[in-house]
């Protein structure tokens, strides 16, 4: 079975700072793996996936996120936030095998100006 | 393109009625997912169906809750004599045919209130 670990539950930062949220996961078995960020009351939006190839993934807003295999960990970055940028962030990863995802329980960013 | 539909966005029930969630999935979409979201928690999966078939419903409750994804029509997720503890939000996903990136898109949630 997969899980995911998002270390920090609340992170704030200045606005125009860099900002690192932290995702370990751990599997037996090769994952794809997932950033999803959530706005109040509202669903779930992909910032970026890592199915394959470089271990530097590009989203959308100005993220990115680094697959580390050895570490099992797949941390997001982004240089300089914004104001925009408060919201919930969830880690997740899928098997290749299995149609499930599996969630992290989230961390907090807010941006303060 | 229309994104995933979910409705109710908000639903209140009382403690022992039935509640009833629907998700229309993205034009062209086949597969579908439940998850669960206690409050200060992620994303609990709770069933996968494709039309008229449930795949995984590992996540399920074994009482009171049952999904369907009819030939036409939009999914429902079913729950039975609600209780407190199932006051939660409620995201659907969906995902293409192929499946190929591995990508869900998700509704914006229905949040159900059981008083």
């Known amino acids: 079975a997969q899980s995911v670990t998002q270390l920090d539950s609340q992170v704030p930062v200045f606005e125009e700072a860099p900002v690192e949220l932290r995702c370990n996961y751990s599997s037996s078995v090769s994952v794809y793996l997932f950033w999803y960020v959530q706005y109040p009351n509202q669903g779930l939006q992909l910032l970026l996936k890592?199915?394959?190839?470089?271990?530097l993934v590009k989203g959308i807003n100005g993220f990115e996120a680094e697959f580390n295999k050895s570490q099992t960990s797949f941390h997001l970055r982004k240089p300089s936030v914004h104001i925009s940028d408060t919201a919930e962030y969830f880690c997740a990863v899928s098997d290749l095998n299995r149609n499930q995802f599996y969630f992290g329980t989230g961390t907090s960013l807010t941006v303060i100006p | 393109n229309a994104g995933v539909m979910q409705n109710p966005r908000h639903l209140v029930r009382r403690r022992g009625q039935e509640a009833r969630l629907r998700c229309s999935p993205m034009?062209?979409?086949?597969?579908v997912y439940w998850y669960r979201q206690l409050p200060e928690e992620g994303l609990k999966f709770m069933v996968y169906?494709?039309?008229?078939?449930?795949?995984?419903e590992s996540g399920m409750p074994k009482e009171r809750f049952s999904a369907e994804f009819p030939k036409e029509g939009p999914s429902i997720l079913r729950i039975q004599q609600v209780v407190r503890g199932d006051s939660a939000a409620y995201f659907c996903a969906s995902s293409p045919p192929n499946r190929g990136s591995y990508e869900q898109y998700f509704g914006p949630g229905t949040r159900l209130t059981v008083t």
């Open positions: 169906l494709q039309k008229e078939n449930i795949i995984d």
């Open positions: 034009k062209g979409h086949s597969h």
């Open positions: 890592y199915l394959s190839g470089s271990t």
